[in-house]
Every structure is written in structure tokens, then in C-alpha cells.
Nanobody
């Protein structure tokens, strides 16, 4: 069974930090690109960050560049999203996904709330 389980969300004050984790199982993790989307209430889902499968190429939304860092540990089948200098507008449910060609798997999401 394919599973992606996010953790690490919570409530933090503006300027604070959180580290999200996405633990994967049920598929060949190191073959898949992994990324994060987020969705705030009343807004469309937004791509946040992405890391490729083999060479570790990363990409970030302009809104998080310089503040968020994505990394992966293939030995642990886990991807991390280190979030620093958090802003109230970062408040959202954060979802990780795994993608290989036409295959896309999603996690259930973890809530991040940044208070001002």
C-alpha cells in the first residue's frame, strides 16, 4: 500500500520555524520526485517546493524562496521541508506528493498556522 504521511505541522508565531516531514512507503522512493503543495482556506492549491529523484535538483515558489529548504533522505524514505521566517500568509494545509511519469501519490496533509 502506498503511503505518504506528513508530520511536523503546528502553531508557530511569525518569524518562527517549523520542519515538515513526509515519510513514504509502498513504492520505490528514490525513483520519485517529491514535492510540497499547500492550500489556504478559500484559496487554490499552490506549489511550494520540489526535489528531483536522482540529482537533487530543487525548485521553490517565489513566495518561499530564501525561507524554505527542501531535502530528502532516500535511506529513510523521507523528505523534509525546513521552513524559517514564517509569515501569517504561510498558514495552510501542507501536502506532500510523489511523482514519477503519470503516477502521483498524495499525503493527507498537515496544518501549519502562523500567528501574527
Amino acid at each position: 500500500e502506498v503511503q505518504l504521511v506528513e508530520s511536523g505541522g503546528g502553531l508557530v508565531q511569525a518569524g518562527g520555524s517549523l520542519r515538515l516531514s513526509c515519510a513514504a512507503s509502498g513504492f520505490t522512493f528514490d525513483h520519485y520526485a517529491i514535492g510540497w503543495f499547500r492550500q489556504a482556506p478559500g484559496k487554490e492549491r499552490e506549489g511550494v517546493s520540489y526535489i528531483s529523484s536522482s540529482d537533487g535538483i530543487t525548485d521553490y515558489a517565489d513566495s518561499v524562496k530564501g525561507r524554505f529548504t527542501i531535502s530528502r533522505d532516500n535511506a529513510k524514505n523521507t523528505v523534509y521541508l525546513q521552513m524559517t521566517s514564517l509569515k501569517p500568509e504561510d498558514t495552510a494545509v501542507y501536502y506532500c506528493y510523489a511523482n514519477l511519469f503519470l503516477y502521483v501519490y498524495w499525503g493527507q496533509g498537515t496544518q501549519v498556522t502562523v500567528s501574527s
